[in-house]
């Protein structure tokens, strides 16, 4: 009869702290009341002044907030233990909060971006000196909302995500900059829809480029750098395993893979020592230390197409 064995049961922690959540959480508060205040600053000034390209740095500089808002209820509830009704946990709340903000942060692009065309058409007169102080305002706000989410980026990639669009945050203002200094000096009206279409494109790139690791999560991809044939050729190269099928391979989270097969073992062999020898080689060589397997002996259960 095939045995089901498992490589570790799933109620392993799920708890992504270090010793300093507590302060983590204030920093990612920190960052959203800052983007907040710069966000309404940009919006009035950018009324004020007649200029589109700072109401759309302040919509980029609102979806941070809404990113870190979002970012930051996902990273409570990540937190969250694991249960019979949820036995993998809760840490694919952070890959669903990111998979919203790309998409509103698409959204927002594609609008400013039809907003930017039309402006094209007629340009309108704009305040330049009143852009070039609202954009200085933000490079500096933008710098120091990615010092306060530096540290955190490296443990979630909703966080990291609002990290690298703040760093864009700030290239965007030194555009708007020049788009202020081009109006006040020249007189050059298209330089402000311009600049907002360049902003939106490259938001745009940005995006569809981060939201590809999200979706390939969520639709149960194998993690990136691992390939599943050489995972099986290592199986099956493993004293005592005689042949290997139904090969499923994963990314429960940003963090986790899991790993299950049938493992078909030759006559003979003592299972506990065999899978004893394939976790050890999937941990050392993949740093996979979640796997589920079902032990076969001799002929295959699954002749026929039958499991």
Known sequence: MPQ????????????HGHGGEGRGDWQVAAAVATNLILTAAQIVGGILAGSVALIADAMHNLSDALALIIAFAARR???????????????????VAALVNYTTLVVICLWLGYAAVERMVDPPAVEGSVVVILAAFALVINGITALLTYRLSRDSMNIRAAFLHNLSDAGTSLAVIVSGLLVMWYDWRLADPLITLFISVWILWNCLTEVVPVIRILMLAAPPGIDPDDIRDRIAAVEGVAGLHHLHLWQIDERRSSLEAHLVLAEGQ????????????????FSLRHATFEVEVGPSSCSGGVC
């Open 4 to 15: 089901d064995h498992h490589a570790q049961g799933h109620h392993h922690g799920h708890h």
């Open 270 to 285: 003592d299972a506990a020592h065999v899978l004893t020898c394939v976790k050890e080689m999937l941990a050392e060589r």
């Open 77 to 95: 509830i990540a937190r969250r233990p694991a249960h019979p009704g949820m036995s993998f946990g809760y840490g694919r709340a952070e890959v």
